[in-house]
């Protein structure tokens, strides 16, 4: 028996420093943010929060799309699919600790913005109606959720948090919520666009529930492109392919519009072709444990382990 060879695949048990380091980050931020917001603000900033991300809109807009995924999937598979079920344990946490997290990381880098704040808010500007700053700071929103997602891929210690969230090989709407809740520091910079227009509109909530809703239905396990379209707003066959299983791909990372992917010549559109397969989604080689490795499901386990391994260095760390 080749113990040694067991030994050697198995990831070193060192911790990696720079998650950690996030971790500290994510920390302090909470603390600044639970400090400015106050005891009572805390409650209501997070009940707004998870309105706003996780209220009866989006979970009714996912529910509605789960019902479609199964009338017409790209893969047909059990709406209890181990992949679902996992996921549905992911949407449990975003709606239970991630968005409070996101909610007291957003006020403390709030308090940190606010030192550049006259460097960073557009002057006001009599005459332009409230929509168009809105529409200008949802295409910020957008710009900057681009540019975290492409650091997430760039960058090794960003890559091994987003990991979690491609390591999912059966893709559905509710993968949307699959993300390691550390992730969130990387995002926090989309905060900027809303800043940013401030002294003009204040952005509505209602505005980035729809965001969210839009930013979500990309992963839906269904068919769909919106042919010419494709170039204006991203379909579920186009993020598809940024969940290709070839590996970790730095196409078609945007959100809801594909106008960063075109100008920066990382766009690839889908095969008009329906008849062919859907492809397979997924990271080669499972760096990330899944809960389709094993004879039989262990989803406490597998969750635990897919949020324990960012903290765990690797010997040799895969591209
Ligand atoms: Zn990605
Ligand atoms: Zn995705």
Redo the contacts with the bound molecule.
Sequence with gaps: MAVSAVSAARPARRLYLPTIVIAGLAGWLSWRGWLALGQSGVARSVSAGRFELAGPAVLGFVAVVVVIEQIWPAQRRPVLARGHVLDVAYLLLYATLVVPLIVLIGSGFAGVLAHAQPWLVLPRVPGVPGWCFIALAVLGIDAVDWLA?LG??RIAALWRL?AV??SQEELSILTTYRAHPLVHVSFLLSAIPILAVESNVVTPAAVLTVYACLGALPHANVRWTYGPADRILISPAYHRI??AATGRLDIN?GTVFPFWDLMSHRAVFPDPDRSRAASATGLAGRPVPVEQAEGRPRYARTMLSQLAEPFTARRTETP
């Design positions: 997602h997430n891929h987003h969230h491609h940024h969940h990372l």
